[in-house]
């Protein structure tokens, strides 16, 4: 939990307990600063006051985590304090040690025997908190996109593991979500058998993946617990912090499997769309496209961890317990969330086509998060793909001989070879692209039906007015459309149009629904799902 957030705050007060005794001495501390605020988790105390932050482990042992001793919550600090520094140096200050002074009283850094530990962190505004912001739709598509840039860096960075990960971890973690499932008691022990048995089956058919992955060097020293609580904007940029500090096996996972976390959060809270934008622009970055297919697993399992953790924050603390049925309930629908998530939905591709300006790529985002699993469909579009093949960041204009026919071939081929591997995964895909010729759009069918996917293909038509006028209101976009391109694509001949027309006139949630109307197959896509899951049927 994020060590400024205030779901669970409230003003200083004295507690029973074997932590009271550092707590209150630490709020006397603090008390210089003004008013002392608390937070408290399943995990930790945190303590606020002024610019202030100071975190303590709590002296819990858990199914994943032993904070029972001092000096096992001294090395949690020193561990904490480690890795958030790789990517949030700018909020540790550092760790204190707690010690017995000889009058029997409690000194910070003092010579005397050890009592506890403490993170001590600079304070930023609870608002800046990526679940806060997206709770009040504050949570903008640009910051995402920043964010996914952002993980993508710090994962390229990261310690590679050499004996962590693969499927033998993912047996451990299926083994160790069991055990916490059936100790919350969130719910009967068959629905755990079940949800426990189908992890293990979807785990049989990724396993070899997996082992590939950890081989290839996708296994690091990731965040670990990259929930949205763990992010924040400070000094205006998307912070990941508050990483996984006590069990280094638990956080050196595969990178995917740490974005899973942010995926899921992002999906349970209402932003599948913010989700899928996250994946895309992660992989952008990474080419890891051809493992798409595995994301919904590792959702699933993100899914879970929250709602064991959460449902056992309800006999944790006395705050949980004040907010048990609200926490009973965010832990169900964590659980049902994992089982939506397992629903097999069968790979699509579809195809959105139209000259520049039309709104393609539009249309492509709100569809994406609609097909298949989440976090939804890959998108596969041209002018990302073609400034890729040239080595250029996606903004930077290309010359017009980037745009000759025979690269222009190029371009569509390896939209496709992306495209065909994604669909092996299991995966969706949508293709953004101009379609301006029949073998294109041919082309893309064909590849459908040799991956054994269904195919739909949409043609957005608009007056070139109102095409002009978007092409010329363009900022921050990777396509070089001009005026003038958009011209001679009209006048181009594009043949026979098969696909379904749509007007690319509507606005973008209205043309979704029209392409969902007009074509996509129920089971493949279709509104924002419901969360529901036979997993709750008893619980």
Same mark, same amino acid.
């Given at each position: 939990?994020?060590?400024?957030?205030?779901?669970?705050?409230?003003?200083?007060?004295?507690? &029973?307990?074997?932590?009271?005794?550092?707590?209150?001495?630490?709020?006397?501390?603090l008390a210089g600063e003004g008013a002392v605020e608390r937070i408290d988790t399943h995990v930790s105390t945190v303590l606020l006051s002024g610019d202030q932050v100071l975190k303590l482990k709590r002296a819990v042992r858990l199914p994943y985590l032993d904070f029972s001793t001092p000096e096992r919550r001294l090395a949690a600090c020193m561990a904490e304090l480690a890795v958030n520094c790789r990517a949030a140096p700018g909020l540790y200050r550092g760790v204190h040690r707690i010690t017995r002074t000889p009058e029997g009283g409690l000194a910070l850094d003092g010579d005397g025997p050890l009592v506890d530990a403490v993170v001590a962190m600079r304070r930023f505004p609870a608002e800046n908190?990526?679940?806060?912001?997206?709770?009040?739709?504050?949570?903008?598509?640009?910051?995402?996109?920043?964010?996914?840039?952002?993980?993508?860096?710090?994962?390229?960075? &990261?310690?590679?593991?050499?004996?962590?990960?693969?499927?033998?971890?993912?047996?451990?973690?299926?083994? =160790?979500?069991?055990?916490? /499932?059936?100790?919350?008691?969130?719910?009967?022990?068959?629905?755990?058998?079940?949800?426990?048995?189908?992890?293990?089956?979807?785990?049989?058919?990724?396993?070899?993946?997996?082992?590939?992955?950890?081989?290839?060097?996708?296994?690091?020293?990731?965040?670990?617990?990259?929930?949205?609580?763990?992010?924040?904007?400070? $000094?205006? *940029?998307?912070?990941?912090?508050?990483? /996984?500090?006590?069990?280094?096996?638990?956080?050196?996972?595969?990178?995917?499997?740490?974005?899973?976390?942010?995926?899921?959060? /992002?999906?349970?809270?209402?932003?599948?769309?913010?989700?899928?934008?996250?994946?895309?622009?992660?992989?952008?970055?990474?080419?890891?496209?051809?493992?798409?297919?595995?994301?919904?697993?590792?959702?699933?399992?993100?899914?879970?961890?929250?709602?064991?953790?959460?449902?056992?924050?309800?006999?944790?603390?006395?705050?949980? *317990?004040?907010?048990?049925?609200? @926490?009973?309930? $965010?832990?169900?629908?964590?659980?049902?969330?994992?089982?939506?998530? @397992?629903?097999?939905?069968?790979?699509?591709?579809?195809?959105?086509?139209?000259?520049?300006?039309?709104?393609?790529?539009?249309?492509?985002?709100?569809?994406?998060?609609? @097909?298949?699993?989440?976090?939804?469909?890959?998108?596969?579009?041209?002018?990302?793909?073609?400034?890729?093949?040239?080595?250029?960041?996606?903004?930077?204009?290309?010359?017009?001989?980037?745009?000759?026919?025979?690269?222009?071939?190029?371009?569509?081929?390896?939209?496709?070879?992306?495209?065909?591997?994604?669909?092996?995964?299991?995966?969706? *895909?949508? /293709?953004?692209?101009?379609?301006?010729?029949? &073998?294109?759009?041919?082309?893309?069918?064909?590849?459908?039906?040799?991956?054994?996917?269904?195919?739909?293909?949409?043609?957005?038509?608009?007056?070139?007015?109102? +095409?002009?006028?978007?092409? *010329?209101?363009?900022?921050?976009?990777?396509?070089?459309?001009?005026?003038?391109? =958009?011209?001679?694509?009209?006048?181009?001949?594009?043949?026979?149009?098969?696909?379904?027309?749509?007007?690319?006139?509507?606005?973008?949630?209205?043309?979704?629904? $029209?392409? +969902?109307?007009?074509?996509?197959?129920?089971?493949?896509?279709?509104?924002?799902?419901?969360?529901?899951?036979?997993?709750?049927?008893?619980?």
């Amino acid at each position: 939990m994020a060590a400024v957030s205030t779901q669970t705050r409230n003003v200083i007060e004295p507690a &029973a307990g074997p932590d009271s005794e550092t707590r209150a001495f630490l709020a006397h501390l603090l008390a210089g600063e003004g008013a002392v605020e608390r937070i408290d988790t399943h995990v930790s105390t945190v303590l606020l006051s002024g610019d202030q932050v100071l975190k303590l482990k709590r002296a819990v042992r858990l199914p994943y985590l032993d904070f029972s001793t001092p000096e096992r919550r001294l090395a949690a600090c020193m561990a904490e304090l480690a890795v958030n520094c790789r990517a949030a140096p700018g909020l540790y200050r550092g760790v204190h040690r707690i010690t017995r002074t000889p009058e029997g009283g409690l000194a910070l850094d003092g010579d005397g025997p050890l009592v506890d530990a403490v993170v001590a962190m600079r304070r930023f505004p609870a608002e800046n908190l990526f679940d806060r912001m997206v709770r009040d739709g504050r949570l903008t598509p640009a910051l995402v996109a920043d964010l996914a840039g952002r993980l993508a860096a710090f994962h390229a960075r &990261a310690p590679v593991g050499r004996r962590e990960g693969g499927a033998t971890a993912m047996t451990d973690l299926i083994a =160790l979500n069991d055990r916490s /499932l059936r100790a919350c008691g969130l719910v009967h022990d068959r629905e755990v058998d079940a949800l426990t048995d189908t992890f293990r089956a979807r785990l049989a058919r990724h396993a070899d993946r997996l082992d590939a992955r950890r081989r290839e060097g996708r296994v690091r020293r990731c965040h670990g617990d990259l929930t949205l609580r763990n992010i924040c904007l400070f $000094e205006g *940029v998307p912070t990941p912090f508050d990483a /996984l500090e006590f069990d280094e096996r638990l956080a050196t996972i595969d990178v995917l499997y740490d974005l899973a976390f942010v995926l899921m959060d /992002l999906w349970h809270r209402g932003r599948p769309d913010l989700a899928n934008l996250l994946f895309n622009r992660y992989v952008d970055e990474t080419g890891e496209a051809p493992d798409a297919g595995l994301m919904p697993f590792l959702m699933a399992l993100r899914a879970v961890i929250r709602a064991h953790v959460t449902a056992s924050q309800i006999t944790a603390s006395r705050p949980a *317990v004040t907010h048990g049925p609200a @926490l009973r309930a $965010e832990a169900q629908a964590y659980l049902a969330l994992a089982g939506d998530l @397992l629903v097999e939905r069968p790979a699509c591709l579809v195809a959105v086509g139209g000259v520049s300006g039309s709104g393609k790529s539009t249309l492509a985002a709100a569809l994406a998060h609609r @097909l298949g699993a989440g976090p939804g469909a890959r998108i596969i579009g041209s002018d990302r793909t073609r400034k890729r093949l040239h080595g250029v960041m996606p903004l930077t204009r290309l010359p017009p001989g980037a745009y000759a026919a025979a690269v222009s071939e190029q371009v569509y081929a390896a939209m496709r070879d992306e495209a065909a591997q994604v669909l092996a995964s299991g995966a969706s *895909v949508v /293709l953004d692209a101009v379609f301006a010729r029949p &073998a294109e759009r041919e082309a893309a069918k064909s590849l459908a039906a040799a991956c054994g996917a269904t195919f739909e293909g949409f043609w957005l038509e608009a007056p070139l007015a109102t +095409l002009t006028e978007r092409i *010329v209101a363009r900022r921050g976009d990777p396509s070089d459309a001009t005026p003038a391109i =958009l011209a001679a694509q009209a006048r181009r001949d594009c043949g026979t149009i098969t696909w379904h027309r749509l007007d690319a006139g509507l606005a973008p949630e209205a043309l979704a629904r $029209e392409a +969902l109307r007009a074509g996509i197959a129920d089971g493949t896509a279709g509104e924002a799902r419901p969360v529901t899951s036979a997993i709750l049927a008893s619980a």
